[in-house]
Structure formats: structure tokens, C-alpha cells
């Protein structure tokens, strides 16, 4: 097996990981291991139709520069022993051996099974937007997009500006929690905060607050929605729905070494430290903050892992401070009881192993429920029905085994 | 900008180089990249290499993320639809 030996190694190339690259290089080697073809992460995903932003664009060439390694389109599926991982490519092993890790590995969206999720057509929000940057054509394609969370305002402006006909968003939080938000961001003068500001930031996307949708109708592919607008039913056609629950950590690396998980995510001190020796957190895997608290948490762990205490000190107060935004997101996006309401018997809750909400009712803990259904033993190994029977059914995760992604059984035979 | 030669299911196509695979699938006019296992006809979901649905065969090798992975040249996909 092909090994990589790296002072520090950061798992995840977005704004967290390529901060916390950018600070640790300065004084030592140091490898980015990604699961994406670039640099970017979701939030900066480059593509064929999408340039990184400019201040990703300057990370970018600060890495370039300082000669960081980077392993592109690399899942991380084991660590073996103690400072090393190892990481599948197009069914390849490579071995990666660090004294430091920082783990970056960011959050994805959160969905809630309803009737018809599984039709074509039905994507995530924040997933449709990826795919529209890898080239996907939306053009005059009638697309809602719903669910909650600060980003579906500007996943519908990213669309209509590729040529699709958004028809609107459906928001699942009410008017008057989404002016308290916009009233606390304030305080957090950026350019980025402002962008996901529904009170701050005017647009020409109609926004309908207060509504969930309820169903996707149609044969294979969805062509209409069943809107649930405050307890009054509207039925609306489209092409596709776009649709997410805000966001979740994701945590499969951090519990497989072993780091103690709060109900924020990974747990870490002042420096960025996990409760396990030499292994940083940084970015959404620790709480759900944005972009802006993701980069210096990145620059705090970048520069604790390789020793530097001055520079970790001049950047608390400002982290500190970006996570009253995480607080107040948490408090404006927070899913209540309303969603499980739409819920059916022959709705899918497992898509991996077509495990029904019915079936699932039987049992009373997630372990039970997998080794009775499979429910969240296919090949996404629970990512999305995990947090999904976290909210039905307040299942919690049972941790997690290798390897965290599937691998073809050839490779297991090298690892 | 470049473009590739590949096909989908035996049938040829060209995308600009830097297409995912999965919206390379989705502009052909497929919609249905896999079959869960009780049948039910799946397209890509998550986007971001979470959720495996948009799972297919690339020259030969299956169970492939095609969401995270490029066109190439020459390259041949194979979807579960054709079936």
C-alpha cells in the first residue's frame, strides 16, 4: 500500500480544512485529504460551472505556495492504529501517517422523510446547487425549493440564475423567528452573514414562511408538491424540489477515533483540541456556525497543532464571538414536531435498504431496528437515515465501525 | 472549454470536461441511475457523495459515487435503468 508520512494532516478541503492547512504550513509539511475531486468544500464547491469565490481563491494559492499536499477524490475508510488513516481512491488504499490531525470534515444537509422523497426530481437543496456547479442544465426547469435553513434563499438565487424558474421557498420557520435572526445578525457585519439574511438581504425570490411541504406527487419523477402553508393545503406543480433540513455534523471520522461527541458535535477545548491526543477539530464537525467561524476555527487548530499559542491567542475572542451566530442559526432553523406529522406507513425512512417507517415502528432503539431491518447498514452506512430516525423516533447512533464507506472487498484484502 | 466523448448505456455523448458524472447522466435525459433493492427506480440525491443513490458502473468497475467523480474521455457509464 502506497504511504503518505505528514507532520500534520487535515481531513477535509473546505474553508475549515484549508484554513487550518494554510496556518500549520508555515512551520512544517502538511497534506489535505478530500473526498471531492477540489478544494472548496460545499460551501466554496468549485465545478464546471462555478469559480471559487475569491477568498477561496487566495487560500487556494496560499496552499499551492506553501507546497501542501493534497489528496483529491480520497474517502477515509479506517485508521488502523494510532496516527494513521487510511484512505480509498477509485478502489485504491494509501496510508496516511501524521503526528497532528485535523479533522474538517464539515457538515451535510439534514433530510426528513415524507411521501415521495424517493422520486426523481426530489433532491437535496443544498445538493441540487452542487449538482447545478458540476455542470447539471436547470435551465427553465420550475423548481421549489423548501425545507429550512439559512442557505435555501440563496440555493434559489443560484438557480434562477442559471436559468431555472424558481417558483419560490418554502421556509419551514415562521415570519417572525426569521426577523429575529435577521435582527441578530446585526451584530455580524460581513459579507457572508448578510448574503444568508432573509430580513437584511432583499431579493427577488418569493419567500413563503410557516410551510412544509407535505408530499411529493407524481409517477416516477415528482410534478407536483403538497404545500402545508400555516394549516391551509396548496398543491403546486414543478420539475423538481429542492429540499433539506438545514444541516448535521459529520461525525463518522471523530467517533471512529474516539472523540467525545456533544449535542453540538465534535467536543474541543479553546485550542481546538479533542479529548483525544494530537487530533483537532475544527469547522461545522464541531457545531453548525458558517463559513466565516469554520475559517477560524480552521486558523486556530492549523496553528495549536503545530505549537504557535501567540497566534491561537489573537483569534479566541473573534471565534468566540462568530459562535453567537451558530447560537442564534440553531435557535432560527431548529425542526419541531410539525414534520412528523406528513410521515406515512409505506414512506421510506432507509433508502439504502427500502426499510418503511412502518417497519421501523416495531422496535425501540436503533441497534435493534439495524440488525433487524438493515436499516442504516447499506452503503451510506446510516448518513442519512440516521439523523432522520434521530428525529422520528429519537433513536441515537450506536457509533460507528470500519469502513466508514463502503470499500470493494479486493481493497480489503490490501489494507 | 474542452469537451469529452463518452457513453451512457451504449449510447454516445459529449460534455464539457470538468461535468460530474451524475449531471452528465441527468442532462442526458436519465433520470434513473439505480434500482433500490425492492426495485424502486432511483436518481441522485444528496449531491455531495453522501447518499449513494447515483451509484453506477464506470468502465467496468460499479458501485461508483458518480456525483464526486469527472467525465473522462472514452469513458463508459453504465446505468442500472437500462436493464
New interface residues.
Partial sequence: METIDTKVLVVGGGGAGMSAAAAASRDCRVTIVD???HYGG?IWRQ??SEKAPPEALELINKLENRSVGFAP?T?IVDSPEPKALIGSR??KPTLFRFEKLVIATGA??R?IPFPGW?K?????A???????K????VAGKRIIVAGTGPLLVAVAEYLQRKGAKVSFVAELAGKARLLRFGIGLVQYPSKFLKACSFALAPSSISIRTSSLVEEARGG??VESIRLNRHGKIEEHECDILAIGYHLVPNLELPTLLGCDIGSEGAMVDSYQRTSVADVFAAGETTSIGGIELSCVEGQIAGYAATGNKESVKRLVSKRNKLRGFSRILKKTFEIDDRLKSSVKAETMVC????VSYETLLEFDNWRDAKLQTRCGM???QG??CGPATEYLFDWSPDGVRPPLF?V?VKELGDL | MKSVGLTIDGEEFEFAEGTSVAAAVLNSGRHEFRRSVTGSARSAFCGMGVCYECRVTIDGVGMEKSCQIYVAQGMRIQTDGNY
Fill in positions: 473526498d471531492n475531486p460545499q465545478g464546471v477524490g474517502t477509485a478502489g451535510r444537509e433530510f424517493t426523481q426530481g426530489v433532491y437535496g443544498g445538493g441540487l446547487q452542487a449538482l447545478v458540476a455542470g447539471l442544465d416516477r419523477r433508502r439504502c435498504e427500502d447499506g452503503p451510506c448518513r442519512i463502503p470493494r
